[in-house]
């Protein structure tokens, strides 16, 4: 059974950064598309960042662009997303998500295509 555990969540500044952490066990990763999402209280999950186990970073959500970077360590099985420039509107709960390696990229912003998800990891940024 795969498992994605997020950790990394935290309570900062404006301005401030973050490295989130998704740690993926149970099956092997070949080229599985690796995401991270995120969800505001009263509001829909949206797509932050997709990266593919290979390395290939598929896209970032246009808000994100510039400040987020996806990246992974296979030796870790493990995805991150370092987040930098923190804004009050990126306040959420981060979840980790994985789709199947046949995910096309038209898609890979929508999250009824991922299969698995973490519990989730709260960001709170202060202004």
């Known amino acids: 059974q795969v498992q994605l555990v997020e950790s990394g969540g935290a309570l900062v500044q404006a301005g401030g950064s973050l490295r989130l952490s998704c740690a993926a066990s149970g099956r092997t990763f070949n080229n599985h598309v690796m995401g991270w999402f995120r969800q505001a209280a009263g509001k829909e999950r949206n797509f932050v960042a997709a990266i593919r186990w290979s390395g290939v970073v598929i896209d970032y959500g246009d808000s994100v662009k510039g400040r987020f970077t996806i990246s992974r360590d296979n030796a870790k099985n493990t995805v991150y997303l370092q987040m930098n420039s923190l804004k009050p509107e990126d306040t959420a709960v981060y979840y980790c998500?994985?789709?199947?390696?046949?995910?096309?990229?038209?898609?890979?912003?929508?999250?009824?295509?991922?299969?698995?998800w973490g519990q989730g990891t709260q960001v709170t940024v202060s202004s």
């Open positions: 998500t994985v789709a199947p390696p046949t995910t096309g990229w038209g898609k890979i912003r929508d999250p009824d295509e991922y299969d698995y």
